[in-house]
Protein backbone atom coordinates (compact mmCIF):
# COMPACT_ATOMS: atom_id res chain seq x y z
CA UNK A 1 0.00 0.00 0.00
CA UNK A 2 1.13 3.45 -0.54
CA UNK A 3 1.98 6.11 2.04
CA UNK A 4 -1.55 7.75 2.03
CA UNK A 5 -3.30 4.63 2.29
CA UNK A 6 -1.20 3.84 5.55
CA UNK A 7 -3.18 6.13 7.87
CA UNK A 8 -5.08 5.29 10.90
CA UNK A 9 -8.90 5.20 11.13
CA UNK A 10 -9.22 5.70 14.51
CA UNK A 11 -6.36 8.08 14.90
CA UNK A 12 -8.38 10.42 12.16
CA UNK A 13 -11.27 9.84 14.69
CA UNK A 14 -9.05 10.75 17.83
CA UNK A 15 -7.46 13.75 15.73
CA UNK A 16 -11.36 14.79 14.85
CA UNK A 17 -11.96 14.88 18.17
CA UNK A 18 -9.69 16.95 19.29
CA UNK A 19 -10.38 20.21 16.83
CA UNK A 20 -12.99 19.45 14.42
CA UNK A 21 -11.62 18.95 10.49
CA UNK A 22 -7.80 17.91 11.87
CA UNK A 23 -8.88 14.12 11.43
CA UNK A 24 -9.47 15.01 7.54
CA UNK A 25 -6.22 17.43 7.68
CA UNK A 26 -4.10 14.10 8.84
CA UNK A 27 -5.54 11.87 5.89
CA UNK A 28 -5.14 15.16 3.38
CA UNK A 29 -8.57 16.21 2.98
CA UNK A 30 -8.29 19.91 2.88
CA UNK A 31 -11.41 20.98 1.50
CA UNK A 32 -13.25 18.30 3.94
CA UNK A 33 -10.65 19.98 6.61
CA UNK A 34 -12.04 23.54 5.73
CA UNK A 35 -15.99 22.29 5.59
CA UNK A 36 -15.79 20.61 9.15
CA UNK A 37 -13.79 23.36 10.86
CA UNK A 38 -15.29 25.94 9.57
CA UNK A 39 -19.37 24.08 10.33
CA UNK A 40 -18.46 23.79 13.87
CA UNK A 41 -16.82 27.55 14.34
CA UNK A 42 -19.64 29.16 12.47
CA UNK A 43 -22.16 27.29 14.79
CA UNK A 44 -19.84 27.96 17.80
CA UNK A 45 -20.49 32.12 16.71
CA UNK A 46 -24.01 31.86 16.05
CA UNK A 47 -25.41 29.26 19.21
CA UNK A 48 -23.06 30.21 21.64
CA UNK A 49 -24.58 33.56 23.69
CA UNK A 50 -21.82 36.23 24.07
CA UNK A 51 -22.83 36.48 27.92
CA UNK A 52 -21.51 33.16 28.05
CA UNK A 53 -18.25 33.47 26.58
CA UNK A 54 -15.48 33.99 28.98
CA UNK A 55 -13.34 37.66 29.41
CA UNK A 56 -10.36 35.97 29.80
CA UNK A 57 -9.06 32.23 28.35
CA UNK A 58 -8.19 30.23 31.80
CA UNK A 59 -9.52 26.63 31.52
CA UNK A 60 -11.53 27.06 34.66
CA UNK A 61 -13.41 30.13 32.46
CA UNK A 62 -13.49 27.74 29.52
CA UNK A 63 -15.70 25.22 32.27
CA UNK A 64 -17.84 27.71 33.30
CA UNK A 65 -18.76 28.56 30.00
CA UNK A 66 -19.35 24.73 28.68
CA UNK A 67 -21.84 24.35 31.81
CA UNK A 68 -23.27 27.29 31.33
CA UNK A 69 -24.39 26.67 27.55
CA UNK A 70 -27.67 26.28 26.79
CA UNK A 71 -28.85 22.41 25.63
CA UNK A 72 -29.34 22.93 22.12
CA UNK A 73 -26.00 24.69 21.55
CA UNK A 74 -24.74 21.90 23.12
CA UNK A 75 -26.13 18.93 21.06
CA UNK A 76 -25.65 21.13 18.29
CA UNK A 77 -21.87 21.44 19.11
CA UNK A 78 -21.41 17.78 20.00
CA UNK A 79 -23.45 16.64 17.14
CA UNK A 80 -21.12 18.52 14.70
CA UNK A 81 -18.36 16.94 16.36
CA UNK A 82 -19.27 12.75 16.42
CA UNK A 83 -20.38 13.40 12.47
CA UNK A 84 -17.04 14.56 11.92
CA UNK A 85 -15.14 11.54 13.74
CA UNK A 86 -17.59 9.21 11.93
CA UNK A 87 -16.67 11.00 8.03
CA UNK A 88 -13.18 10.81 9.02
CA UNK A 89 -13.01 7.08 10.28
CA UNK A 90 -15.42 6.31 7.38
CA UNK A 91 -13.04 8.24 4.90
CA UNK A 92 -9.90 6.47 6.13
CA UNK A 93 -11.57 2.77 5.91
CA UNK A 94 -13.17 3.34 2.57
CA UNK A 95 -9.14 4.16 1.31
CA UNK A 96 -8.02 1.48 3.23
CA UNK A 97 -10.64 -0.68 1.10
CA UNK A 98 -10.17 0.50 -2.66
CA UNK A 99 -6.39 0.53 -1.69
CA UNK A 100 -6.61 -3.25 -0.97
CA UNK A 101 -8.70 -3.94 -4.22
CA UNK A 102 -6.32 -1.91 -6.32
CA UNK A 103 -3.51 -4.04 -4.83
CA UNK A 104 -5.43 -7.21 -5.85
CA UNK A 105 -5.57 -8.27 -2.53
CA UNK A 106 -9.10 -8.19 -1.66
CA UNK A 107 -12.26 -8.89 -3.86
CA UNK A 108 -13.94 -5.64 -5.30
CA UNK A 109 -17.37 -7.82 -4.87
CA UNK A 110 -17.47 -9.19 -1.79
CA UNK A 111 -14.00 -7.54 0.05
CA UNK A 112 -13.10 -10.91 1.12
CA UNK A 113 -9.08 -11.66 0.64
CA UNK A 114 -8.46 -13.55 -2.26
CA UNK A 115 -5.40 -15.55 -3.42
CA UNK A 116 -3.14 -13.84 -6.44
CA UNK A 117 -2.75 -17.00 -8.32
CA UNK A 118 -6.71 -17.53 -9.00
CA UNK A 119 -8.19 -15.55 -11.92
CA UNK A 120 -11.93 -15.45 -9.83
CA UNK A 121 -12.04 -14.63 -6.26
CA UNK A 122 -13.07 -18.52 -4.44
CA UNK A 123 -15.16 -16.50 -2.25
CA UNK A 124 -17.97 -15.72 -4.64
CA UNK A 125 -16.37 -17.23 -7.55
CA UNK A 126 -16.67 -13.87 -9.37
CA UNK A 127 -13.54 -12.82 -11.87
CA UNK A 128 -11.28 -10.66 -10.51
CA UNK A 129 -9.46 -7.58 -12.27
CA UNK A 130 -7.10 -8.48 -14.21
CA UNK A 131 -8.20 -11.82 -15.64
CA UNK A 132 -9.78 -12.28 -19.46
CA UNK A 133 -13.35 -13.05 -17.73
CA UNK A 134 -13.51 -9.98 -15.75
CA UNK A 135 -12.26 -7.74 -18.53
CA UNK A 136 -14.69 -9.39 -21.16
CA UNK A 137 -17.61 -8.44 -18.43
CA UNK A 138 -16.01 -4.93 -18.37
CA UNK A 139 -16.50 -4.75 -22.28
CA UNK A 140 -20.17 -6.31 -21.92
CA UNK A 141 -21.38 -4.18 -19.45
CA UNK A 142 -19.25 -0.79 -19.04
CA UNK A 143 -21.03 0.60 -16.31
CA UNK A 144 -20.37 -2.81 -13.98
CA UNK A 145 -17.20 -1.69 -12.39
Given at each position: MSETTKKRPWLAALLALLVSGLGHVYLREWL????????????FEVLVPDEVMPAEPTIAAYQEMAQALPLDAALALSSIV????????????????????????????????VDEDLAFCHWCTNPLPGSEEFEAEVEDDPGAS
Amino acid sequence: MSETTKKRPWLAALLALLVSGLGHVYLREWLRSLVWFSLYLVSFEVLVPDEVMPAEPTIAAYQEMAQALPLDAALALSSIVIFGMLDAYWLAKRTHREAEVEAGETCPHCGKDVDEDLAFCHWCTNPLPGSEEFEAEVEDDPGAS
